[in-house]
């Protein structure tokens, strides 16, 4: 049997630069969201997206919607609510922004393979690493987000600091994403798939 992989989508912003709910955004017919969530499940058993308290979105059954008890604190703490719901026997868990609608899966299985080495794995862009899309080993990053929160951080970058971090370098994950969509993500109209 194949080891089960999480896919959890964090969709608990305020979509504030977007000017409107982006996640509902149609792209080619169907919902921004919707897309984030076809990416992920050519390399996940399982769908947990992580959604701002009192939302409501129209998603599959298969995928599960867990509210944020910490509406609208920031990344980190969607984290932690997102993997305080994953089942307790997996451990792969591949974490993408629900405003990632090009993530390619090719690369979001090579995120997930460099967790044979390490505790998290993220891509790097041709100046930084990049938090999203990463991928984690839940037993590690589950209790150190804890530990962040706990001590007031809300950053995603802050988590990566505490993990030992495999970082894909930009012309090896452009091998499967030769125009670099993975790292697309929609602050504002502009942002949108053409």
Do not use: C, N
């Not at 982006?22 to 919707?34: C, F, N, Q, S, V």
């Not at 690493?129 to 530990?147: C, F, G, K, T, W």
């Amino acid at each position: 049997m194949t080891e089960r992989v999480t896919a959890l989508i964090l969709a608990g912003g305020r979509s504030s630069r977007f000017g409107r709910d982006k996640l509902a955004e149609p792209i080619d017919g169907r919902t921004m969201l919707d897309h984030v969530v076809d990416r992920v499940r050519d390399v996940a058993t399982d769908v947990v997206v992580v959604a701002a308290a009192g939302a409501s979105i129209d998603l599959p059954s298969d995928v599960e919607v867990v509210q944020d008890d910490r509406s609208f604190e920031g990344p980190l703490a969607g984290l932690g609510v997102g993997l305080r719901a994953v089942d307790p026997g997996v451990e792969r868990v591949i974490v993408v922004g629900g405003d990632m609608p090009t993530v390619v899966p090719a690369v979001l299985a090579r995120l997930v393979a460099a967790l044979d080495r390490r505790e998290a794995a993220m891509l790097a862009d041709d100046t930084r690493e990049r938090p999203l899309p990463m991928a984690l080993r839940r037993s590690v990053a589950s209790p150190s987000v804890d530990r962040l929160l706990d001590d007031g951080e809300r950053r995603l970058r802050a988590l990566l600091q505490h993990l030992d971090v495999e970082v894909i370098p930009y012309e090896t994950w452009r091998e499967d994403d030769p125009a670099g969509e993975s790292l697309r993500d929609v602050d504002v109209p502009g942002d949108l798939p053409g």
